[in-house]
């Protein structure tokens, strides 16, 4: 693992290969972004790096997994909310209402034990896949960033690559440098190859 340094550019050049495998034949692009809160406003970057076909397969392999569990439990939410409504609505008597509450968040709740139970289980079953998609989402990633402005003239980023000879090959391509983490500082060393 090596972390980059690098400044804030409109574009990066990126290393003609895979960023996880290091193979050279490039099918897909993994996006990668990173945010930061500053002035009570968001900044994204995002930046585009290469995957050859294997790591793009399990990148739309994980995609596809996890889709169908994040609309269970937008729907399972919102019928969580229609039912919390109707109780409101029509619920007479006080008593009942305590009851219809309890039931109706016992249910939501269940359902939602449900959803995760069956995504572990579609995880284990696919474990190497899902194991090597960790690897793809992990390879890259944007540690923390600073736009120019007024008051910090040039933008910083700092990326954290997984393979230290793709990261190293980055850093020479846009002009940054490899950090090192000694006791919680970063040292900033040049690279010389």
Not at 108 to 118: D, E, P, Y
Request: contains cysteine.
């Amino acid at each position: 693992m090596v972390r980059i340094l690098t400044a804030y550019l409109a574009s990066y050049r990126s290393v003609n290969r895979c960023v996880v495998c290091e193979n050279t034949a490039i099918t897909g692009v993994l996006p990668v972004q990173g945010s930061n809160n500053s002035y009570k406003c968001i900044n994204t970057l995002t930046i585009n790096s290469p995957l050859c076909s294997a790591c793009d397969e399990a990148l739309q392999f994980s995609n596809a997994l996890i889709k169908p569990f994040r609309k269970w439990g937008w729907l399972s939410f919102l019928i969580f909310v229609v039912a919390l409504i109707l109780l409101v609505s029509f619920a007479n008597q006080k008593s009942y209402f305590g009851a219809l509450m309890t039931i109706n968040l016992l249910l939501w709740f269940g359902g939602m034990i449900t959803i995760a139970i069956l995504r572990s289980v579609a995880k284990q079953k696919n474990k190497e896949k899902w194991n090597h998609c960790k690897r793809v989402r992990h390879s890259v990633i944007i540690q923390s960033f600073t736009r120019p402005s007024m008051f910090a003239a040039g933008g910083r980023v700092v990326f954290r690559f997984e393979e230290d000879a793709y990261g190293r090959e980055f850093a020479q391509l846009n002009m940054g440098k490899v950090l090192w983490k000694t006791a919680g500082n970063f040292l900033v060393a040049s690279i010389s190859l």
